[in-house]
C-alpha cells in the first residue's frame, strides 16, 4: 500500500530563514511524490512533483523539494521563507495502478516577520 | 474564470436531510474528482469519473452518490446526512486519469447539525 506520512503538525520559522517541510513515503515500486500547498479557505494547488531523475526537484514559489531514496523521504524546502508562504502543506503519493492519489496529514507552515 | 468551482461554499443542515454539492471545471479536463478533509485536515479521495465514467469508488457509504452527467461537471449527492458527514469537500480535475497534477475547487464545508 502506498502512503506517506507528515512527522510536523506545524513548523515555526522566522521570514527570511530557510524553512524544511518534511515528508516520509511507502510505496512498493517506484515513488511518484507531489506537493500540494493550501491557503486559507481554498484549494489545494500543485507544488511539485518528483517522478524521476534529478533529486533535487524545483517547483512554484520558489519552493523545491529533495528525493532521498535510501531515507524514503521528500521534505520541501525553501531558502528564504516568505510570510506569505504561510499555508498548510500537504504531501502525496500516487498509486500508479489504481490512479489515486494518497495524502499526508498535513503541515501548517507558520513564518513570522 | 474560476478553474474549478463548485457551490455551495457552505452548507448547513439537520441530520436526516439530503443535500447535493455541484462542482464544473472549465478546463477540458477529463477526469474529476471528489475528496473529503476531515477537522484534522486529513484529505481522503471519495470517487473518480473519467469521461462519465466512475473509476474510483472508494470504501464510502452508499448514502453518497456521485452523479456525472457530461465531463465538466461532477455532483455529489447525499442522503440521510449524518453528523460524521460534516467535513469541507473538495472537487477536483486532471487533464486525464492518473494525471500528475489535481486542479482543486476551494471545497464546500458541510456542517450536519
Known amino acids: 500500500a502506498q502512503s506517506v506520512a507528515q512527522p510536523e503538525d506545524q513548523v515555526n520559522v522566522a521570514e527570511g530563514n530557510p524553512l524544511t517541510v518534511k515528508c516520509t513515503y511507502s510505496v512498493s515500486g517506484n515513488p511518484y511524490l507531489f506537493w500540494y500547498v493550501q491557503y486559507p479557505n481554498r484549494g489545494l494547488q500543485f507544488l511539485l512533483k518528483?517522478?524521476?531523475?534529478?533529486?533535487l526537484v524545483k517547483g512554484s514559489y520558489g519552493f523545491e523539494a529533495e528525493f532521498n531514496k535510501s531515507q524514503t523521504s521528500f521534505h520541501l524546502k525553501k531558502p528564504s521563507a516568505l510570510v506569505s508562504d504561510s499555508a498548510l502543506y500537504f504531501c502525496a503519493v500516487r498509486d500508479m495502478n489504481f490512479n489515486k492519489f494518497y495524502f499526508g496529514s498535513g503541515t501548517k507552515l507558520n513564518v513570522k516577520p | 474564470d474560476t478553474a474549478v468551482s463548485q457551490t455551495p461554499k457552505y452548507l448547513v443542515t439537520q441530520m436526516g436531510n439530503d443535500k447535493s454539492i455541484k462542482c464544473e471545471q472549465n478546463l477540458g479536463h477529463d477526469t474529476m474528482y471528489w475528496y473529503k478533509q476531515d477537522s484534522k485536515k486529513f484529505l481522503k479521495i471519495m470517487f473518480s469519473y473519467n469521461n462519465k465514467e466512475l473509476i474510483i469508488n472508494e470504501t464510502v457509504p452508499n448514502r453518497f452518490s456521485p452523479k456525472s452527467p457530461d465531463k465538466a461537471h461532477l455532483n455529489l449527492h447525499i442522503n440521510s446526512l449524518e453528523l460524521g458527514d460534516s467535513a469541507v469537500y473538495f472537487c477536483?480535475?486532471?487533464?486525464?486519469?492518473?494525471?500528475?497534477?489535481?486542479?482543486f475547487g476551494s471545497g464546500t464545508q458541510l456542517s450536519v447539525l
Open positions: 518528483y517522478i524521476t531523475g534529478d533529486n
Open positions: 477536483a480535475s486532471s487533464l486525464r486519469a492518473g494525471d500528475e497534477k489535481l486542479f
